[in-house]
């Protein structure tokens, strides 16, 4: 599995945007680029993925570079409850064998009131 | 909508008792896996399965039994447990491999082994 490269930590302060870098120049063509969160004593909890173009939702943002060797995750407007550690994971493309996903250590979010 | 409900949500075991863990998901999901959560590291893949009747290892299966009797259910079992194996177990579900759908997690099972 292709490995991916954050930060260990960030810092922001409230209501301001946040983006998360996160590298990956080991991608391969048919890797989907996902991302997950992990609030303070909770399980993980998906946020958003992408292929090639940026994605929106409702939670956050992804800016997929034009050579996909790296993303950033970006948080419009950071509240409290955005802390947590973001998790950058590759992905094999759908029909892949099993959907498992293979964790890092992440980056960890705190946010400044 | 419960979700993916995992019990008990902490226990303490002495060295060499047995145990199991219990994860169900009302989502109708094919696949689940169980994962663990060391200090300071990320989640490492015990062992997944794809359907009723089938599982498979992990990154870090040795020490863990797992078992798939209903849709519904992943059971991750301890059969002597050893202090390296205190840990945080979350048990995740998600739709088939095609539709590149999330992962769902539960909360957790915080286990000591003493």
């Known amino acids: 599995d292709a490995k991916t490269t954050q930060p260990n930590s960030m810092e922001s302060n409230e209501e301001e945007p946040v983006h998360l870098p996160c590298n990956h120049s080991?991608?391969?063509?048919?890797?989907?680029i996902h991302w997950y969160r992990q609030l303070p004593s909770q399980g993980p909890e998906y946020v958003i993925h992408?292929?090639?173009s940026n994605v929106n939702n409702r939670m956050a943002s992804l800016a997929i570079a034009e050579d996909r060797k790296s993303s950033t995750l970006i948080l419009h407007r950071a509240t409290l409850r955005d802390a947590a550690v973001y998790y950058c994971?590759?992905?094999?493309?759908?029909?892949?064998?099993?959907?498992?996903?293979?964790f890092g250590t992440g980056t960890l979010l705190a946010v400044q009131p | 909508n419960a979700g993916v409900t995992q019990t008990p949500k902490f226990r303490v075991l002495k060295t060499g008792q047995s145990m199991t863990l219990l994860c169900a998901q009302d989502?109708?999901?094919?696949?689940m896996y169980w994962y663990r959560q060391d200090p300071g590291m990320g989640l490492r893949l015990i062992h997944y399965?794809?359907?009723?009747?089938?599982?498979a290892k992990g990154e870090v299966p040795d020490g863990y039994n797992v078992s798939r009797l209903k849709k519904q259910n992943f059971l991750l079992g301890l059969e002597s447990a050893a202090p390296s194996q205190t840990s945080v177990y979350f048990c995740?579900?998600?739709?088939?491999?095609?539709?590149?759908?999330?992962?769902?997690f539960g909360n957790g099972t915080r286990l000591t082994v003493t």
């Open positions: 994971i590759l992905r094999d493309r759908p029909g892949g064998a099993t959907n498992k996903l293979i």
């Open positions: 992408g292929l090639t």
């Open positions: 989502m109708n999901h094919e696949y």
């Open positions: 080991t991608i391969s063509g048919t890797d989907y």
């Open positions: 399965s794809v359907g009723e009747g089938t599982t």
């Open positions: 995740a579900s998600s739709y088939p491999g095609q539709l590149n759908s999330p992962l769902h």
